[in-house]
């Protein structure tokens, strides 16, 4: 189906362990973003891409490293994970034909013990 | 950087009320985006807005663009429980399609 997929939809990670979460999306958009949301500070934009190849950081980037190799897909890794990263992931896209309407997915909850 | 404040941050209503919120810049945009978020799921884009003074509905909601450029206005009519869930408001944030959010207008409804 077309759209924008994460997974996996739930995660539970040790601290210190390394860990990706995977965003593909089929609609070809140039952009994509990646979004952590927690009680209290609404979306907060970790990292984002405006093409393959090219990124950049957000409001939040510390402790996250992303890579575009191919235009739909936009992993997020976390190398070495804290509890202060456990959140809800979203993945977002938007495109030429979109303007500035991004598009999210359905998110990955992620739990850092 | 560019903040978004959106009140009510919660809201707790009998179905089949009138539901007012707005969300308020301390910048200019030229456009402002609403999103629901329901429990569990992803954000899903409501209503979008490209023009100060701008009045776009989408079924029983309604958006506006303030004249000033600086907020905009959510209103739902008639609430039915599918209604639940979070309401953010988004613009623009410096480039790149990037977006800044809203910490969230959550609505509860009782039956």
Known sequence: DAGITQSPRYKITETGRQVTLMCHQTWSHSYMFWYRQDLGHGLRLIYYSAAADITDKGEVPDGYVVSRSKTENFPLTLESATRSQTSVYFCASSGAGTGTRAFFGQGTRLTVV | ?111
């Not at chain 2, 809201?11 to 985006?33: A, H, K, P, R």
């Open chain 2, 1 to 111: 950087g560019q903040q978004l404040n959106q009140s009510p941050q919660s809201m707790f209503i009998q179905e089949g009320e009138d539901v007012s919120m707005n969300c308020t810049s301390s910048s200019i945009f030229n456009t402002w985006l609403w999103y629901k978020q329901d429990p569990g799921e992803g954000p899903v884009l409501l209503i979008a807005l490209y023009k100060a003074g701008e009045l776009t509905s989408n079924g029983r909601l309604t958006a506006q663009f303030g004249i000033t450029r600086k907020d905009s206005f959510l209103n739902i009519s008639a609430s039915i429980p599918s209604d639940v869930g979070i309401y953010f408001c988004a613009g623009p944030a410096g480039g790149a399609q990037k977006l800044v959010f809203g910490q969230g207008t959550r609505l509860t409804i009782n039956p």
